[in-house]
Structure formats: structure tokens, C-alpha cells
């Protein structure tokens, strides 16, 4: 029995949606009939991976971070609790509130009563279910604790929800107050110094340097101002293609890593979700190579990805985690220490646990410095251009006053 989604109209023309299980879609045009609606559109919901899908029907299914967590622990709790499975999701639909949650949810109930195991059922909605949690979940069933796995990873998506907010609050206040700056400065150079200047097109004194370039400055971004518009346009176009290749986009990253405060940040930041990564799925039961592999996917800087990868193949041949981690230098000594003495001591998933809390604290702490300093270089700046565009306006004027007198 599968999860259909229909499209119907009711006796007074009233276009009705919702969800229905049956066999077959003639099925559920059947149901709807006997309950006098009449079917315009039924497909089942069920989501299949393959080229031919539509990029429309993946974004639909698509499930938040927020949703993802709290279906998860929704489902622990029933399972726990002795719910069956296939019970315990229709339990967890019926109580959500959002169509597209209950909407996925469905259409994982019908593969369950197919036959088909948790993972393969989730595996059908690739977009709603990222490759770490079926792989966990596989894995949760395998070893007969699917309940306290379901918990993990809803602990692990929460803290990756929390690494994403710090990386975000990182960047918006600064990007924010740069974007208000710039405003400032575009809205004095258009609007209030032209009026200014005006003052001084009657005198036939020589300007200062500063105040000339303050009026050739306001001439190009009223006349050219479009044009530089559409010229930083273009260039962040020109650039985003370049570095989309792999090589750029391999040597944009690394150049990334050596910058001083932002190398750090994205250091700690691909650090942390690497470790989580690791430690849920080592915690579950996942095998090490299949675990590596999926951490490094998580991975966004490509030099620190292909660090994990080109590891993966030297734990494969006989070498430790943290040995074979250590020959980038990509990571911080103090994980590969921990890691290092996870593998000696038998607690491979706690010393992950610790070193993604060490390097989550190193990620605040380098967030609250960003944060804390960006604010006040930004007014210095402001403060700069204030001054210079004063000076370019009082310096003409002090001019005419030494001459009239």
C-alpha cells in the first residue's frame, strides 16, 4: 500500500487537498469518488532518485532542520515506547502540522509496509533525509537499537543547527553594517555634496586636492554610478565561474585557510561538523570506512574534504584515524590528539564527541571576537570618510574667508 497525494473538487467546486493510502492511483480516484469529490490530480508521493526527476519535486520534499529534529525525536519516543514502526510514523504524520512533513512521512509508511527496511523507506526521499541519516539509521537496525540512534541524530542535528546559526551570526552583523556604510557614504556622495559643492563653481580659486577629488568622486557615481552597478555585477559573475572549477576552487580554499582570523573560523567551523559527523555515526554502530566517508561530505573547504578522503583510503590499507589525518596539517593538533587517543583507548566516539565541543567553544570565541571587533572598525571607517568629506567642504571655505579678509 502506498501514500497518494491528491488534487480533488467537492460537490460546491471547492479544490481539496490531501493524502490517501491505497495500491494503485485508480485506486484513490475510487475513494475520493465514494466520497462524492471528484479527482483532478493523484501521484504518489513517494520520491524516486534517479536523472529523470524533476529538480521541482526534490525542493518540494524538502524538510528543515528544524522539522528533520523534531520528527526524529518524535519517533525515538514511539519506538521506545513499544510502538511499531510503521504505527509509530503514521502516530508522528497525524500530528504534524505542516503538508510536506506529512506529506514525507507517508510515503515512508507505505515502503515500510511493503516490506522495505527504515533506511531503504528514507532512501526514497533523498532531499527530506540527508546520506547520514540513512546510513545511521541502516545501521540503528542492524544492531537492533533504532530508538536511541533516532536520538543521536536528532542531538547531532540540533548541534549542527547550532554550528550553521554561530557561522551565520559570524557573517550578518558584519556584512550588515558594511552594506548600511556603504549606503551612507554612496547617499553623502550623491545627494548632499553636490549641493555643497555648488558653493564653490562661482570662485575662481584653486580647490584642494581633497576637495577635487571629493567632486570628481560625486561626478562618476552620478553619472557612472549604473555602470558600476553593472560592472561589480558582472565581475562577481566572472568570478563566481571561475572559481566554480575544481582546481580555482581547490586553490580559492586553501588561500582561504591561510588568512589569519578568517582561516581560523572556517578551520574550527569544518572541524566541528567533521567530528559530529563522526562521532554519531561511530556511536551507531556505522563501519569506519562508510562513516569517513560520509564525514567528509559534510565538509565544506575542498582541501580539508580531500584530506578526509585521501585518509580514508590510508585507513582502508591498515592506518590509524588520527595518523592518517595528521599528514595535512589541515586540522587542529589538539583534535588529532584526541582523536589519536580515542583509537588507543577503545573511546573513539567520546574523544570525537570532545573534540567537536573543543572546537565548537574555539568557533564562539573566534565568532564573539569577529562580532566585537567588526563594529568598531566599521565606525573608525565611517568616521573616516566623514572627516575626509568635511575637510574636502571646510577647506574651500576657510580659503575664501583668508581672502576676503
Same mark, same amino acid.
Request: hydrophobic share 45%; glycine share 6%.
Given at each position: 500500500?502506498?501514500?497518494?497525494?491528491?488534487?480533488?473538487?467537492?460537490?460546491?467546486?471547492?479544490?481539496?487537498?490531501?493524502?490517501?493510502?491505497?495500491?494503485?492511483?485508480?485506486?484513490?480516484?475510487?475513494?475520493?469518488?465514494?466520497?462524492?469529490?471528484?479527482?483532478?490530480?493523484?501521484?504518489?508521493?513517494?520520491?524516486?532518485?534517479?536523472?529523470?526527476?524533476?529538480?521541482?519535486?526534490?525542493?518540494?520534499?524538502?524538510?528543515?532542520?528544524?522539522?528533520?529534529?523534531?520528527?526524529?525525536?518524535?519517533?525515538?519516543?514511539?519506538?521506545?515506547?513499544?510502538?511499531? %514502526? &510503521?504505527?509509530?510514523?503514521?502516530?508522528? !504524520? @497525524?500530528? $504534524? /502540522?505542516?503538508?510536506?512533513?506529512? #506529506?514525507?512521512?507517508?510515503?515512508?509508511?507505505?515502503?515500510?509496509?511493503?516490506?522495505?527496511?527504515?533506511?531503504?523507506?528514507?532512501?526514497?526521499?533523498?532531499?527530506?533525509?540527508?546520506?547520514?541519516?540513512?546510513?545511521?539509521?541502516?545501521?540503528?537496525?542492524?544492531?537492533?537499537? %533504532? &530508538?536511541?540512534?533516532?536520538?543521536?541524530? !536528532? @542531538?547531532? $542535528? /540540533?548541534?549542527?543547527?547550532?554550528? #550553521?546559526?554561530?557561522?551565520?551570526?559570524?557573517?550578518?552583523?558584519?556584512?550588515?553594517?558594511?552594506?548600511?556604510?556603504?549606503?551612507?557614504?554612496?547617499?553623502?556622495?550623491?545627494?548632499?555634496?553636490?549641493?555643497?559643492?555648488?558653493?564653490?563653481?562661482?570662485?575662481?580659486?584653486? %580647490?584642494?586636492?581633497?576637495?577635487?577629488?571629493?567632486?570628481?568622486?560625486?561626478?562618476?557615481?552620478?553619472?557612472?554610478?549604473?555602470?558600476?552597478?553593472?560592472?561589480?555585477?558582472?565581475?562577481?559573475?566572472?568570478?563566481?565561474?571561475?572559481?566554480?572549477?575544481?582546481?580555482?576552487?581547490?586553490?580559492?580554499?586553501?588561500?582561504?585557510?591561510?588568512?589569519?582570523?578568517?582561516?581560523?573560523?572556517?578551520?574550527?567551523?569544518?572541524?566541528?561538523?567533521?567530528?559530529?559527523?563522526?562521532?554519531?555515526?561511530?556511536?551507531?554502530?556505522?563501519?569506519?570506512?562508510?562513516?569517513?566517508?560520509?564525514?567528509?561530505?559534510?565538509?565544506?573547504?575542498?582541501?580539508?574534504?580531500?584530506?578526509?578522503?585521501?585518509?580514508?583510503?590510508?585507513?582502508?590499507?591498515?592506518?590509524?584515524?588520527?595518523?592518517?589525518?595528521?599528514?595535512?596539517?589541515?586540522?587542529?593538533?589538539?583534535?588529532?590528539?584526541?582523536?589519536?587517543?580515542?583509537?588507543?583507548?577503545?573511546?573513539?566516539?567520546?574523544?570525537?564527541?570532545?573534540?567537536?565541543?573543543?572546537?565548537?567553544?574555539?568557533?564562539?570565541?573566534?565568532?564573539?571576537?569577529?562580532?566585537?571587533?567588526?563594529?568598531?572598525?566599521?565606525?573608525?571607517?565611517?568616521?573616516?570618510?566623514?572627516?575626509?568629506?568635511?575637510?574636502?567642504?571646510?577647506?574651500?571655505?576657510?580659503?575664501?574667508?583668508?581672502?576676503?579678509?
Amino acid at each position: 500500500m502506498a501514500a497518494f497525494e491528491y488534487k480533488a473538487y467537492d460537490a460546491s467546486g471547492k479544490e481539496l487537498k490531501g493524502l490517501l493510502e491505497g495500491d494503485t492511483a485508480k485506486q484513490v480516484r475510487r475513494q475520493l469518488r465514494e466520497r462524492s469529490l471528484i479527482p483532478i490530480e493523484v501521484s504518489e508521493v513517494a520520491q524516486k532518485k534517479n536523472k529523470d526527476q524533476p529538480q521541482e519535486a526534490g525542493s518540494k520534499n524538502k524538510l528543515s532542520i528544524t522539522e528533520l529534529t523534531l520528527v526524529t525525536r518524535q519517533l525515538a519516543t514511539m519506538l521506545r515506547a513499544g510502538t511499531p %514502526l &510503521d504505527e509509530a510514523i503514521q502516530a508522528v !504524520a @497525524e500530528q $504534524t /502540522e505542516s503538508p510536506k512533513v506529512q #506529506r514525507v512521512l507517508m510515503g515512508v509508511r507505505s515502503k515500510v509496509l511493503e516490506g522495505h527496511t527504515l533506511a531503504d523507506s528514507i532512501g526514497t526521499f533523498p532531499n527530506a533525509f540527508p546520506d547520514i541519516y540513512r546510513s545511521t539509521v541502516g545501521a540503528g537496525e542492524t544492531s537492533g537499537h %533504532l &530508538d536511541r540512534v533516532l536520538e543521536h541524530l !536528532a @542531538e547531532y $542535528t /540540533e548541534k549542527q543547527h547550532a554550528i #550553521r546559526q554561530k557561522v551565520m551570526q559570524a557573517f550578518i552583523y558584519p556584512a550588515f553594517l558594511t552594506f548600511v556604510a556603504i549606503g551612507i557614504v554612496v547617499f553623502l556622495m550623491v545627494s548632499i555634496v553636490p549641493k555643497l559643492v555648488g558653493i564653490f563653481e562661482d570662485t575662481e580659486q584653486e %580647490l584642494p586636492f581633497i576637495t577635487r577629488a571629493l567632486i570628481n568622486a560625486s561626478d562618476f557615481l552620478q553619472n557612472y554610478g549604473i555602470f558600476l552597478l553593472i560592472g561589480i555585477a558582472v565581475g562577481v559573475f566572472i568570478f563566481r565561474i571561475i572559481f566554480s572549477q575544481p582546481d580555482a576552487k581547490r586553490k580559492l580554499h586553501r588561500f582561504y585557510l591561510k588568512l589569519p582570523v578568517f582561516g581560523r573560523f572556517i578551520r574550527c567551523n569544518n572541524t566541528a561538523q567533521f567530528a559530529n559527523t563522526l562521532s554519531i555515526m561511530a556511536a551507531s554502530g556505522v563501519p569506519i570506512l562508510t562513516a569517513l566517508q560520509t564525514a567528509a561530505s559534510v565538509i565544506t573547504n575542498m582541501p580539508m574534504r580531500e584530506a578526509v578522503e585521501e585518509a580514508t583510503d590510508r585507513v582502508r590499507e591498515g592506518a590509524s584515524i588520527g595518523k592518517s589525518l595528521a599528514i595535512s596539517k589541515l586540522f587542529p593538533p589538539m583534535t588529532m590528539h584526541l582523536i589519536k587517543i580515542g583509537e588507543a583507548s577503545g573511546e573513539l566516539e567520546d574523544m570525537l564527541g570532545r573534540a567537536a565541543e573543543n572546537q565548537e567553544r574555539e568557533l564562539e570565541t573566534i565568532r564573539s571576537v569577529l562580532t566585537s571587533l567588526m563594529g568598531p572598525v566599521m565606525i573608525l571607517m565611517m568616521g573616516g570618510v566623514v572627516v575626509m568629506i568635511v575637510l574636502a567642504i571646510l577647506l574651500p571655505i576657510m580659503s575664501l574667508n583668508d581672502l576676503s579678509a
